[in-house]
């Protein structure tokens, strides 16, 4: 029986959703494969995977200037180097899990995996085929750290692989499908029943607004865009998601009561069922992360972004921008200008929405598991 390992590192979401994503289509369509998911941070060593993931979620919260500053400064110069280095020292103690498992291939979701297992490849210590899945609408330099001794690079877009061409990566590697999906957001649902599971008019159009969960990113702002919304929209639903942050929850119902707004907005906390509410609405306002713009695309739900932390949620906001399919309420913005023009004009909304077809990549997990399980995994 072939082994498949899948590697993540718990910087965000995005990249866990994304290695879940391909290990749930391999364990369903493979049956004569042996595939694991594994934290490659937390098995190399559990103090620093909680040390460093707890520095970039209180960075990202607090001070998101810091983190665009790291990851800035980590596409080349010394805090390159120190990046490229401390994965080479912590390749030794992965290579213990390597040999023990013996993969055929390896996927990773994360930068730091892929320079580990690169630099184990080039060393001779491992030979299977490794495989890099891109997580962002952005590059970085840091997930092409041994490119020469990966085997496949998988992207969101052509932009990203014009990208990855022009650092002389050979384009035979690289393969535009766009980030894993779940395959929840390939389902149809019934409308009707969902509407009433929230207590929703179904007759009428929702908009889907995430307030950043446990980050709670950019809250006075948040807080703005979201009352503005409420003023803009007397015609329309708002779904506001404040996942696990009460006192988001909390400011969010007071704006709610405060307006009078009870009929036309349901606050909820975390949710599983954001296929469901994708599907029933006909625009999303959330920060761009790879994983959150990846759903909307295949929903085909035109973006309203907020809140993009520095650094590759930004480059994503300008990429979306760029293409049409979104709008990027920036610090200085007239909120209420935005939001007027936006609802008042029904053809750029529409506009919007067909331009995420040009981006949109439903079937991505399917074309990745078939690219490199039928060429790779014989």
Request: with cysteine; charged share 25%.
């Amino acid at each position: 029986m072939k082994k498949i390992l899948i590697f993540y590192a718990s910087y965000g979401g995005g990249h866990l959703n994304a290695a879940k994503s391909i290990n749930e289509y391999i364990i369903n369509n493979y049956k004569n494969i042996n595939v694991e998911l594994i934290d490659c941070m937390k098995y190399v060593n559990k103090t620093i995977e909680k040390v460093t993931t707890t520095a970039y979620r209180e960075a990202a919260k607090k001070m998101p200037w810091v983190w665009g500053k790291i990851y800035d400064d980590s596409q080349k110069g010394p805090l390159a180097h120190l990046s490229s280095r401390s994965n080479k020292i912590m390749a030794i103690k992965l290579l213990k899990l390597l040999r023990e498992k013996n993969p055929d291939l390896i996927i990773s979701t994360h930068p730091f995996s892929s320079q580990m297992c690169s630099y184990l490849k080039r060393k001779q210590k491992i030979t299977a085929k490794i495989a890099t899945i891109m997580t962002d609408f952005a590059p970085h330099d840091q997930w092409l750290v041994g490119n020469d001794y990966t085997d496949y690079y998988f992207v969101a877009h052509d932009k990203m692989k014009d990208y990855l061409i022009n650092k002389n990566i050979s384009t035979s590697k690289i393969h535009v499908t766009g980030i894993p999906l779940s395959s929840r957001f390939l389902q149809t649902y019934d409308r009707k029943e969902i509407s009433k599971e929230f207590n929703l008019d179904e007759n009428k159009n929702n908009i889907l607004f995430f307030g950043g969960g446990e980050f709670g990113l950019g809250k006075n702002k948040t807080f703005q865009i979201f009352e503005n919304l409420i003023k803009n929209t007397t015609n329309m639903q708002i779904i506001a998601i404040s996942g696990k942050n009460e006192k988001m929850k909390s400011e969010f119902e007071e704006i709610v009561k405060r307006n009078n707004a009870q009929k036309n907005v349901r606050v909820l906390e975390f949710t599983n069922k954001i296929p469901e509410l994708m599907s029933i609405s006909c625009l999303v306002i959330t920060k761009p992360g790879g994983m959150t713009t990846t759903e909307s695309l295949a929903s085909k739900l035109p973006m309203i972004i907020i809140n993009p932390i520095p650094g590759q949620e930004e480059e994503n906001a300008e990429f979306l921008e760029s293409k049409g399919i979104a709008l990027w309420i920036k610090k200085d913005d007239n909120i209420e200008e935005i939001l007027n023009n936006l609802f008042s004009n029904p053809k750029l909304l529409e506009n919007m929405r067909e331009n995420t077809k040009l981006l949109a990549h439903p079937n991505s997990t399917q074309n990745i598991c078939e690219i490199l399980l039928n060429v790779t995994v014989q």
